[in-house]
């Protein structure tokens, strides 16, 4: 099974930016669909964006649209979640994680390989 480690979060102004970083054990990395989630405090896990195995299709929540960009770099087996003009709603411990089949990539329960997560606090 994948393992995964993630990297980047910490704290930032409302209206700043945060790169989270994701390394992934497997040098089969380009096998899985690589997903991002978030949960905050009492919330249900959410997502937050996806990309396909070559990272040419990207999915994202309405909530991050136009703010988050996913992207990935198969040979460095890692995949990054750029995340600007941040607000405080986008407080959560950031989680990526990996799943092989594109058809369900917005269901939590769909993804086999979790990190540890990451925190990402965003003050107003």
């Known amino acids: 099974q994948v393992r995964l480690v993630e990297s980047g979060g910490g704290l930032v102004q409302a209206g700043g930016s945060l790169r989270l970083s994701c390394l992934a054990s497997?040098?089969?990395?380009?096998?899985?669909?690589m997903g991002w989630f978030r949960q905050a405090p009492g919330k249900e896990r959410e997502f937050v964006a996806a990309?396909?195995?070559?990272?040419?299709?990207?999915y994202y929540a309405d909530s991050v649209k136009g703010r988050f960009t996913i992207s990935r770099d198969n040979a460095k087996k890692s995949v990054y979640l750029q995340m600007n003009s941040l607000k405080p709603e986008d407080t959560a411990v950031y989680y990526c994680?990996?799943?092989?089949?594109?058809?369900?990539?917005?269901?939590?329960?769909?993804?086999?390989?979790w990190g540890q997560g990451t925190q990402v606090t965003v003050s107003s």
């Open positions: 994680a990996a799943t092989t089949g594109l058809d369900y990539y917005r269901d939590y329960l769909k993804y086999a390989a």
């Open positions: 497997e040098r089969t990395f380009s096998r899985y669909v």
């Open positions: 990309t396909s195995w070559s990272g040419s299709s990207t």
